[in-house]
């Protein structure tokens, strides 16, 4: 690891993963990618973390992709479109889905504009606050011809509808972190110098949690977006029956008929060590 991110972990667990890249609003080329790729992936990894709070340093949270000093390869008879491509296959997709599919609880805290890439990463965690001076901007279209990508084509219609998504993005405009959080696209936006302090409650919230139980209902959320009302039912029972038959539900339920605070690092800790083995 470089100084790209900046990493680090409190005693109740909770892992601060920062981009480092102030200079140029954090935007992201090869190597910060693979780092935070390693940085997500080895919070899976590492069970004495039990959240993540993803964020940037500086003025910016992200500025999207680095089309100065990308890095990415490009091999002999390579269009830009198949440089593009490889980017995405082996660098920006990957990320997208290490953060998404990360398995402890991810709070993305927005510090300042995210712009491009930086919308789908902001938008990628399980709850997103931001910075009242924050921003959110989708160039692709009017300014590049292309289309907005990390995700953020799939987050941002499914959080606030297709007419709001095409204004924002068809139009280019910046969206105010106060009007993202009315429009029901980020969980909440509180003052600048109140991000962070703001972010690490949550976490310290969620850090002693289920956070297997967090991370199953943010995925059944992702589901539903997708399912009909029946297929979600299904999925419901489906999943039901799996969260029931694991030691963190006997936890819970064995502390709420004995009246006390469940502790469920310990017993998450050997199911998670399982869940890996398995794989």
């Known amino acids: 690891m470089t100084d790209l991110i900046t990493q680090n972990v409190t005693e109740s667990g909770v892992l601060t993963i920062k981009m480092n890249r ?15 790729i390693a940085a997500f992936h080895a919070a899976n990894e590492n069970d004495d ?12 949270f992200c500025a999207g992709a680095d089309l100065v000093n990308g890095q990415w390869p490009r091999e002999d008879g390579w269009s830009p479109g198949d440089v593009s491509y490889n ?35 902001a938008l990628s965690g399980d709850l997103t606050i931001a910075a009242k001076s924050a921003s ?43 009007k993202a959080e009315q429009w029901g696209m980020i969980w909440e936006t509180v003052e600048d110098d109140d991000l962070m302090d703001a972010a690490m409650a949550y976490a310290e919230r969620m850090a002693t949690s289920a956070i297997t139980g967090l991370k199953a209902v943010s995925r059944a959320h992702d589901q539903a977006m997708i399912n009909s009302h029946d297929e979600q039912l299904d999925y419901e029972r489906d999943m039901q029956r799996h969260y029931c038959n694991q030691p963190v539900f006997f936890e819970g339920v064995a502390a709420f008929i004995e009246k006390r605070k469940p502790n469920f690092r310990p017993v998450e800790t050997a199911q998670l060590k399982a869940a890996r083995e398995e794989k």
Not at 87 to 112: D, F, H, Q, W
Not at 143 to 170: E, K, M
């Open 49 to 60: 973390v039990r959240c993540v709070i993803f964020t940037g340093e500086g003025r910016g």
């Open 87 to 121: 980017s995405m296959e082996t660098g920006y997709n990957v990320l997208g889905r290490a953060l998404t599919n990360c398995e402890k609880p991810v709070i993305c805290a927005i510090n300042g504009i995210a712009a491009g890439a930086g919308v789908g990463l």
């Open 136 to 178: 959110f901007k989708l160039v692709f279209g009017p300014q590049l011809g292309i289309i907005p990508d990390v995700g953020a084509s799939w987050h941002v219609p499914h959080l606030i509808g297709r007419a709001r998504a095409n204004g924002v993005a068809l139009l280019g405009d910046t969206l105010p972190a106060e």
């Open 22 to 36: 102030p200079e140029v609003l954090n935007s992201l080329n090869r190597p910060i990618v693979e780092e935070l």
